[in-house]
């Protein structure tokens, strides 16, 4: 265009408005969309449309618009709107006509679009800093005007919290928007100015991790869980709060009385706790090391009788138990499911209450530790502390596994998730156990004269020689589909162990089992006729089917251990945690997998304020596919967590074996392995 164009002012119609194809937004759908321009309409509903639609015609009576478009939709939307006063199909609509032989009709509605410069988070504060102080207009006033969130305001308006120094430095370009967003983090333009000097003084550019390293030292958020949690006697306590807009964002300024006051609640909550319990002592402890912890015993809450009223309630919290669990997988709504998840907790924790308790003489003898760590609250009932342990193990009382990992990780590991872990292990061990036939066979040969004459081997090596069918149990594993019909359960929202259990099956020969006996002989005679190797499969499977579930705590037969170890040393190379595991674990729990267990405390602190089921997910998510961004050690400890319970448990002798004289086990070669480990 070599000269100036010239545009004539009319008024159109909002019905005869249309986009117009060389409208450079025109085939950007999301642009125009109700989400796209509800803060735009909110804003032309408030103070009217402030600039003119540049439109062409485009037919008869008709007329496209160049420039314009996100108006044209929020006008749209406000006249789709019966509660808009004023705006409708036939309301006239302020436009600049652009002639239809001017030349170059996208160059106008790029230029439009494209030459505007935005306003930045200084130019944000200052005009959202006049409306209240000139005008008058309060957060929502603001908020409502311009279509924004009342925190999105006030985020603007803390930009005018930050020293005027720091600010002068932004437009100088001195430093980043990011930079000035991190000093506004902190309240106190004291302090703020403090930080920048000293971040000055050291050369280079001040960056924005720097400036919150810095100001985290400087007081505690009122919005963390440590600010949360101590707030209402810290303010007992006169301590002073530095005040945001944004009240989360103010900061208790005393590190020192915030401290104090930490150590007061615990150990008044801790003394709480022993009263209840009965127990010796009571003291509290601020994130210690874990050396510092497990020079403590513990003694664990052993089973009591119950009376009738008290077994009837544990059923119908344990019913309760799998109504939830049910309800959870149903549910879509993730506020539904943290509610669910959280009376799930609750039920648990009832019965854990009625069914088991500290024995009185042990009591005695043991304390309460209120413990501070990772930005959360727990109770640890039950410590013994070093001088008066009597044993060099981990902890006295509870001996099995499950107890000594709850003492050393805090899992917690319900019976009825314990007895469900135990039924989806022993189907793992016995797909296994299936894929092996020489091994079986060894197995099945120990067990049956077991069976037949009960004192050539001991009471607790035999085996009913019959399948031990898991509970249903909604949320980590599902009952059996039948075994006539493998394919229903493949696609059903079964385990990984559980669809290759029904694929093996699927795969075993059957055709001796068909037919009715006669003349040409019985299923006997079809069977002696199979291939060897076919009854080997048919005999494995067999023994595989006789395992029962053997929870992770109890003390295993030795033969049930050797073969375990002989046929599935590594229960994650069938075995992965999922979703439903995790669902069924507490939320301080499933934290403390990620930052202790597998070494992701960074995760595990960004997720700290997350529901429970977004952490589930990114649970799940890690051990299905492992983020790119993980180091090898962090890899290697998704790669072999387990729960309490589910690894399997090789001797000492068998390691050696497998060590130095035979590979581990698995479908190729666990044959030659399952025979070396067993004959030992």
Known sequence: MTKTQTYTALEVALARLEVHPANVRAQNAAAYSATGVQALAANIREVGLLQPLLVQETGKAQYGVLAGGRRLAALNLLAADTGAKGFGPRMKVACQLVPGDAPVTAALSFSENEMQAPMDALDRYEAFAALRDEDGLGVADI??????????VRESLRIGLVHEDIRSAHRAGEISLETLKAFAGHPDRAVQ?????????????????????ALGDRGVRQGDALGAFVLEDYRKAGGGIAPDLIEEDSVLGDPGLVQSVLSRKLDDLAEEERARLGMGWAEHRIDPDREALSAYGRI????????????ERVEALTARLDDLSDAHEAAEDRAEQDRLGEEHETAQAEIEALTHAFEADEAQGAGVIALWQHGGLRLMAGMVRPEDRTDRGPATGGTGA??????????????????????????????????????????GDWLLPGNVAQGLVRRAEQSSLRFQAATHAPGLIHECASV??????????????????????????????????GPDGTAFDRFAVLDPAEREMLVAWAVSRSL?????????????????????PDIRTLWTPDARLFGRLTKPDLLRILRDDLGLG???????????????????????????????????????????????????????????????????NGEAAGEASLAA
């Open 402 to 443: 499950a107890d000594r990992a709850a003492e050393e990780g805090g899992l917690k590991i319900s019976a009825k998730l314990a007895s469900d872990m135990a039924c989806e292990r022993t189907r793992a061990v016995g797909l296994a156990l299936a894929r092996d036939p020489a091994t079986a066979r060894v197995y």
């Open 548 to 568: 029962e579930p053997v929870a992770g705590d109890a003390v295993r037969p030795s033969a049930r251990t050797a073969v375990e170890a002989a046929v599935l």
């Open 300 to 311: 664990w809450p052993q089973p009591v009788d119950l009376d009738a009223a008290t077994q």
């Open 143 to 152: 908020a409502r005007l311009f279509g924004q969130t009342e925190r999105s």
């Open 193 to 213: 100015a403090e930080v920048f000097a000293a971040l000055s003084g050291e050369g280079g550019r001040v960056e924005a991790w720097t400036v919150k390293r």
């Open 484 to 517: 006539e019909d493998p394919g229903a359960a493949i696609e059903g929202e079964h385990g990984v162990v559980e669809r290759m259990l029904f694929e093996h099956e699927a795969g075993l020969p059957t055709g001796w089992v068909d037919g009715e006996d």
């Open 602 to 668: 960074q995760k595990a602190d960004t997720l700290a304020k997350a529901k429970k089921s977004e952490i589930v997910e990114k649970l799940a998510a890690l051990f299905t596919a492992p983020d790119a961004t993980l180091s090898d050690e962090q890899r290697a400890a998704i790669a072999r967590w387990c729960p309490p319970g589910m690894a399997t448990e090789v001797p000492e002798r068998g390691q050696e074996e497998t060590k130095d004289d035979a590979p581990a086990p698995s479908p190729a």
